[in-house]
């Protein structure tokens, strides 16, 4: 297929892949998407939800207009109620008595601009963004070991290595495409080795040779061991090593490390000493299971020296590697989105940086010091020290750790901004003012990928309602605060030309970032602007770093940081068990977008507990029940899923569910705000809690044309095609059946009915005209029934079906959906398998496409394969 004419160049806005995306309008008012061959990052591909970003532009729910305390209002109205009540706030307390709290899926103009403004204009540094819960525990290990926030290495790099180390990624469901890539390098070279540690089973562990399921929270002890064995096996680089320092006070803390803490075999344990301390070309890729974590930053170092050690690292198929979660992670660091940061990977304690910063932005007042990091921040607006807050692009009274606590906080805040393309969020709720902002087709900008790549994200269609990009927003607050010759952009090219000017200035001071080359950039070449490798400067395009020893510290040498590491917060006898919490394959975050398409959410559409045979026996949970998890902390109900995938003791809750999904379903109401002292990143892999059965009068399962409005102690709800479900549960059972129906879907109606009292079921069933609208079906059990066929007789005409609620003969039920472009249940695949023999991956894409598009699936596919190997 050939891009029409009209087709914009973009990037996909989710993951720090980066993948290009080619749109075009779809003739009625949507687009059409595509994976650019052209880009870099995907040469092509996307995965399910970088092709599904058709499905979710849907302008319902959309904020369409400025708000203030709920009623709607003009953008002069707010933006002046927003200028006076900050400059207000300034006067009276000072400028550390106000905060923003930004995002890395922000553009980094927008970034830029925010940041300008707070620490060059207000003065205060008190800006901190959802990085902190993300990528800050990176950003302090890279800091330590080079000098600066370098990542080192390519994409490339993965492909050419000859041993891959995954730790704490589940890179298939996270970053697929670069995933994919690693899948097609190893099938080119199945020489090449794959190890992923995880406490968990992961998908990704269907491409390794070997998996760690490592004792949760112990990588530090397992890369000092590592450490130890580089040293003891003649694996270090003297060469390299005389341009690092630390390296001997680093030896020796390594070798106390002890085995038995990993948990792992002992000959597991030697076959991955043997392969890392064996292998040249080596990539060792980390996330969230490495940065979220007390000790996360010592982490990162003590993979760091490993790589420092033996000097393997920025040559080709070499290095750390540090994959970044959200599209624009690495451009907010760029700007210095962070409250310790300056703009540029300068150094805000560090005055010669900070007066060089402020004499480019001729700026009033400079933050003189770090300003809060994100939990510490939401504490100052519980306590009171802040005093009016603008929330940018995130959604801290769901993503942040004790979830409650920050969302009272912010309830209870003098003044609350929020900036965001949705009406109704966790957030949304708490706001004095709300900013409607344009939302990733209507934006224009740039964004940088894990790899340090710079993209462009082109506006492919027009701004939603009244909604305005974030950095004009930011530059239309700043002016009404005296500052508008300093905020004077009128499009996002000359903000990047600033930027890029100011890294220049920076590069001088010897940053990293410096694509000064950019500086005098015309819009139309901003607008021409093709995918680029940082740096840009007359020193050095592109590349990798760090292969010729060269590091940023004063001295230009690397440090190695001595790591001892540190256990995670124990369990204790009120809460045995240790929560990890994570990310499914086709949601995003607090699902705002992915949420929408009814193709994403039929994956997996509840909240859930992944817990261990042995653990469920224990505590009495059966299959598919539902468990109350708590911790001091506060409490969930998660539906109950039985799987030795997890390590008994360790659970695992996916954290995307939100006050509009799932209520009970949040699970950052558990996680303690518990941070790494170094980089100020929560623990959120590992909070203590207690589990109980959740005891359920009835359980019940809604479907509907119309909006749902459940009122139980538990519900989960999801987009289905042609309308909503919803997954319910209570305590005791409603006076009336019929008005709990009635008001569960808004209807008025007399329902069908059927009451089967010897099994306690009741099923209730609205016709309009003669078509299915609305059914709920309740039962004492969790609800047996096929969830794809019933949602499939919405708008049918057979209300007996839907009351028999099983599949017709002719419609056999498909089970849970596995592959998401092709629509493709488990069942399917299972009896597909079964049926035709089929072996592989590939055999079951020819038979049934499943698999052949995004490839996102073909994990699942080959576990289905395994599982009917063994039967
Ligand atoms: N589908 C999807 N993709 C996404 C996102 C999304 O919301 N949905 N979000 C994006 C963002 S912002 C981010 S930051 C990334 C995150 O990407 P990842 O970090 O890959 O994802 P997570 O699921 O948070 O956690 C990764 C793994 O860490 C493991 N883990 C937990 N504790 C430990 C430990 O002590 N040691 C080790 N070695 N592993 C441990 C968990 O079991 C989990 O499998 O994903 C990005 N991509
Ligand atoms: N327990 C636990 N908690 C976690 C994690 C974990 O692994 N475990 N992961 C953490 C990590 S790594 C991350 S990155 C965070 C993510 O957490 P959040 O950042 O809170 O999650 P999102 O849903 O991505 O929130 C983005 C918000 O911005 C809005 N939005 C989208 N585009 C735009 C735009 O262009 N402009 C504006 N103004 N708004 C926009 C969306 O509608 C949405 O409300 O969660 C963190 N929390
Ligand atoms: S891997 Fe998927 S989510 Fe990530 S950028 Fe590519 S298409 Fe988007
Ligand atoms: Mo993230």
């Known amino acids: 297929m050939h891009p029409a004419v009209s087709t914009i160049r973009t990037t996909c ?64 109205d707010a933006l002046d109620l927003v200028a006076a009540r900050f400059a207000e706030t300034i006067a009276e307390h000072g400028p550390d008595s106000v905060a923003f709290y930004v995002s890395g899926q922000l553009l980094t103009e927008d970034y830029y601009a925010a940041n300008k403004l707070m620490k060059g ?100 002890v397992l890369f000092n061991l590592l450490l130890a064995a580089i040293a003891e096996r003649g694996a270090v680089n003297q060469y390299f090593i005389s341009n690092v320092n630390g390296f001997d ?30 292998t040249e070309k080596v990539v060792t890729v980390y996330s969230q299971g490495i940065n979220q974590s007390e000790s996360g930053s010592d982490k990162v170092n003590a993979i760091l020296n490993c790589h420092l050690a033996t000097g393997r690292i920025g040559r080709p198929g070499m290095g750390p590697f540090s994959v970044t979660g959200q599209p624009n ?39 003189e010091r770090p300003g809060l990091k994100a939990v510490d921040m939401f504490r100052a607006v519980e306590d009171g020290r802040i005093k009016a807050l603008w929330i940018m692009c995130t959604n801290p009274a769901v993503s942040m750790p004790e979830a409650d606590r920050v969302a009272r906080a912010i309830a209870g805040c003098d003044f609350v901004v929020v900036s965001d393309m949705v009406a109704e969020t966790d957030t949304t709720r708490l706001a004095h003012v709300l900013l409607p902002a344009t939302g990733w087709a209507e934006k224009d900008g740039t964004v940088t990928n894990s790899e340090r790549r710079i993209s462009r994200q082109r506006r492919s269609m027009a701004p939603a309602g009244q909604a305005r990009d974030d950095w004009r927003i930011i530059a239309d607050v700043a002016t009404r605060m005296g500052w508008g010759e300093h905020f004077a952009w009128t499009n996002p090219a000359q903000i990047y030309a600033e930027h890029a000017a100011l890294s220049g200035v920076a590069g001088r001071l010897g940053s990293d970032f410096d694509i000064s080359s ?122 109950v899923l039985v799987t030795d ?53 009835w359980y019940g399962y809604a479907i509907s044309a119309g909006p749902i409005i459940p009122a139980s102690a538990y519900w989960a709800r999801a987009a289905i095609e042609g309308g909503w479900q919803a997954e319910l549960a209570g305590e005791a059972d409603p006076e009336c059946w019929m008005d709990h129906a009635r008001a569960l879907f808004g209807l008025r109606d007399e329902p069908l009915t059927v009451h089967d009292r010897a099994k306690g079921q009741i099923r209730l069933a609205f016709m309009r005209e003669g078509r299915l609208q609305a059914a709920l079906f309740i039962a004492r059990e969790p609800v047996g029934l096929s969830r794809s066929h019933l949602g499939s007789l919405l708008g049918g005409e057979n209300a007996g079906d839907a009351l028999a609620g099983r599949p017709g003969g002719d419609r056999p039920d498909h089970g849970a959906l596995v592959c998401a472009c092709f629509n493709v249940g488990v069942n399917l695949i299972r009896s597909t398998i079964g049926a035709q023999r089929l072996t592989t991956v590939d055999e079951v894409g020819a038979a049934l496409r499943a698999g052949t598009n995004c490839g996102s699936c073909r994990p699942e596919i080959k576990a289905l394969l395994a599982s009917a190997a063994r039967a």
């Open 13 to 76: 806005p989710y993951c720090g892949v980066g993948c290009g995306v080619l749109a075009s309008p779809d003739g009625t008012g949507g687009l059409n998407i595509m994976g650019d061959p052209a880009h870099p990052a995907n040469r092509g591909r996307l995965c399910v939800k970088g092709s599904a970003l058709g499905e979710t532009l849907d302008r319902q729910g959309r904020l369409l207009a400025p708000r203030i305390h709920g009623r709607e209002a003009s953008w002069d």
């Open 329 to 367: 992670a690495m451009g907010g660091r760029e700007v210095g989105g962070l409250a310790n940061m300056l703009a540029c990977h300068l150094d805000i304690e560090n005055a010669t940086h900070r007066s060089a910063v402020q004499d480019f932005w001729a700026a009033p007042r400079m933050a």
């Open 645 to 697: 995938r997890v390590a008994p003791g360790h659970p695992f809750a996916p954290i995307h569910w939100t006050g509009q999904t799932a209520p009970s379903g949040r699970v950052d109401v558990l996680v303690p705000g518990v941070t790494d002292p170094v980089s100020g990143q929560p623990a959120s892999k590992s909070a203590p809690v207690a589990i109980a059965p959740f005891r359920a009068a």
């Open 518 to 639: 950019h500086a005098g950039i015309t819009r139309d070449a901003y607008d021409r602007l093709e995918p680029f490798l940082w740096p840009q400067s007359p020193r050095k395009s592109g590349g990798r770093f760090f292969g010729d020893g060269r590091f940023h510290h004063p001295d230009g040498k690397a440090r190695m940081i001595p790591v001892t590491p540190r256990a995670p917060q124990s369990v204790s006898a009120e809460h045995p068990y240790r929560l990890n919490t994570g990310r499914v394959r086709d949601h995003w975050h607090t699902m705002t977008r992915t949420g929408i398409s009814a193709r994403l959410s039929r994956h997996l559409a509840e909240p859930y507990l992944e817990i261990h045979p042995r653990d469920a026996e224990a505590l009495g949970l059966s299959v598919a029940s539902l468990a109350r998890v708590s911790s001091p902390e506060g409490t969930a109900i998660l539906r």
């Open 249 to 278: 006070a680093t030896i020796h803390a390594a070798r106390e490390a002890d085995p038995a803490a990993t948990g792992l075999s002992a000959e597991d344990l030697e076959r991955f000493l043997d392969l890392w301390t064996g």
């Open 121 to 220: 204009f207000i003065g205060s540094a008190n800006i901190d963004t959802n990085s902190r819960l993300c990528m800050a525990s990176s950003v302090a290990g890279h800091r330590r070991a080079f000098g600066t926030d370098t990542v080192p290495g390519l994409y490339e790099d993965l492909e050419q290595a000859d041993l891959v180390v995954l730790t704490g990624s589940n890179l298939a469901w996270c970053h697929p495409v670069l995933f994919q890539r690693l899948v097609a390098a190893k099938e080119a070279r199945p020489e090449m080795r794959v190890v992923v540690i995880d406490p968990r089973r992961t998908a990704t562990c269907d491409l390794a040779d070997l998996h760690l399921a490592i004792a949760p929270g112990a990588d530090a």
